[in-house]
């Protein structure tokens, strides 16, 4: 039995005649009131993560209410921001760990505390910013709410955003244009987010993918949501063109099941060379990170990116969440960095955002802050002319010292030419790495890094098994960097076949 945030639990059997009846009382309550702090003593934005020690269970905040939304809970949820003025919570007598955090750029603070009932605590927690993002700007391009399969009101989706440290959310809600500004003035908190609407525009055994800046128009249907059920993905793209033809669209999760992209079009997974013949290339991006996990579906759109890459086409990569809920489900991981110079607040310069997020110049993480540098001026979506065939390749990595990186791999060309040990533990919070490379054709070079240390109880989704040890890895990889060897002012891809289109039979 869930009292909110108290949780009860008992055992029994059933017999055939017999009636036991169970007997439930909700535990008498103790008061904590959480604050978070910066290193200056500075009210900051966060969340806290409480978690029982065994045999304390953890608490299950109230989630949204089902009779109303017509839909199931959040399974699980067990986080709250504490403003500035601090939160007070209730919990049940015993034992818990509290976890305090500010997403990646910040360190964590936990406590282990007992709880006794009727009596009342408070807790101070300081975060410090230890990652230099200067320069760069953090966006979740994938978010859902209410107003479509997500399981959280537009308000709480927005602190939930925040607390992670992100600066730009895009709200994406299915077939629908959401807003998030009323809701963000009437918080008061347009000084911590920009919010930017969008629509992940959803047809079932298709294709699924998000189209951005759009303005809501509430004198329309579904807020001005194109129409979804054409039948084409060219169709749709069309459509989306017509509505914002300066917007961009995101391929989303494209080899995840029946609805993503390249299983659907059936894009060679071995080496991309063939898809259906109404494969439609007319996107600007697609998702190289949906959701915390490095895992299979993630790591073929991966290959997928780098087989474009070799036969010259270029969408830049994106990092995003895909949120739905907010516990085992945190917006802002994964994430993406693009380069923008200024405080977003209190204007964004959108068309300078947008612009960047095009050219790839950008880098996507579930954590690790990561730099590429080549011929000390190239950065991530650049085209460099160089004849000499020496190229000098800086990198540098920024992480919190709950984030562990064991490995940096260096990718030219799509092949992994250096793999090095990183060694970037707790204590060691920033590295760097030069190395020259020669090369004798158009080359683009790419770098990863990884890590093999979980990212629990920040990220509170566990593997499939359950195991904590198994759950995110860090993992980050930045957009090319494009080098022109031959001086024609253009990249030549290693293998420029074209993509070999095949007619494909849809199901019936």
């Not at 030419?417 to 707790?426: A, H, K, Q, R, T």
Request: aromatic share 10%; glycine share 8%; net charge neutral.
């Amino acid at each position: 039995i869930h009292w909110f945030p108290a949780t009860s639990k008992q055992y029994f059997q059933v017999g055939e005649k017999q009636l036991n009846p169970l007997n439930f009382q909700s535990p008498r309550l103790g008061k904590l009131t959480l604050y978070l702090r910066d290193a200056a003593g500075k009210p900051l934005p966060g969340k806290v993560s409480i978690h029982g020690i065994f045999p304390t269970l953890t608490p299950y905040f109230q989630p949204e209410n089902p009779r109303i939304t017509g839909r199931g809970w959040e399974t699980f949820k067990n986080s709250c921001y504490p403003p500035a003025e601090g939160l007070t919570v209730e919990l049940p007598p015993g034992g818990y760990l509290l976890t305090a955090s500010y997403g990646p750029e910040y360190t964590l603070d936990s406590k282990i505390i007992e709880v006794v009932e009727e009596t009342s605590a408070s807790l101070y927690f300081t975060l410090k910013k230890v990652v230099d993002t200067t320069g760069w700007i953090s966006i979740d391009p994938h978010l859902h709410t209410l107003n479509s399969d997500g399981r959280v009101r537009i308000e709480e989706r927005i602190k939930s955003v925040i607390a992670e440290g992100i600066q730009v959310a895009i709200a994406t809600d299915h077939n629908y244009i959401t807003d998030y500004q009323p809701a963000l003035s009437r918080l008061g908190l347009n000084n911590q987010l920009v919010v930017i609407s969008g629509n992940e525009i959803t047809h079932g055994g298709l294709i699924h993918y998000n189209n951005y800046p759009l303005t809501p128009n509430p004198e329309l249907s579904l807020n001005g949501a194109i129409d979804a059920t054409k039948d084409k993905v060219s169709e749709l793209f069309t459509a989306s063109r017509k509505q914002a033809p300066k917007g961009i669209i995101q391929i989303n999760h494209p080899r995840s099941g029946s609805i993503g992209y390249f299983n659907t079009h059936r894009l060679d997974p071995k080496d991309g060379h063939s898809v259906c013949e109404e494969f439609d290339l007319n996107f600007d991006v697609m998702e190289g990170m949906n959701g915390p996990f490095p895992r299979p579906t993630n790591a073929q759109v991966i290959k997928d990116w780098l087989h474009f890459l070799n036969k010259g086409y270029y969408f830049p990569l994106v990092g995003s969440s895909d949120s739905h809920t907010i516990d085992k489900g945190e917006p802002g991981y994964s994430r993406t960095y693009v380069v923008y110079h200024g405080r977003p607040f209190p204007q964004l310069d959108l068309q300078v955002l947008m612009a960047n997020l095009k050219k790839g110049h950008s880098f996507i993480t579930n954590g690790p802050f990561l730099w590429l540098q080549v011929n000390e001026k190239a950065i991530p979506g650049d085209l460099i002319t160089d004849q000499d065939g020496q190229i000098k390749i800086d990198v540098k990595i920024q992480k919190a010292p709950w984030i562990s990186l064991n490995k940096l791999a260096l990718i030219a060309n799509g092949q992994r030419v250096l793999e090095l040990p990183l060694n970037m533990e707790e204590d060691k919070l920033t590295t760097t790495f030069s190395t020259n490379l020669t090369i004798t054709q158009d080359t683009y070079l790419v770098v990863e890094v990884t890590g093999d240390r979980s990212l629990f109880p920040v990220i509170q989704n566990l593997s499939r098994s359950g195991q904590a040890e198994k759950a995110a890895l860090p993992y980050a990889i930045t957009n090319p960097v494009f080098i022109d060897y031959d001086g024609n002012a253009h990249f030549d891809p290693p293998q420029p076949a074209p993509l070999k289109k095949i007619p494909c039979r849809k199901a019936k």
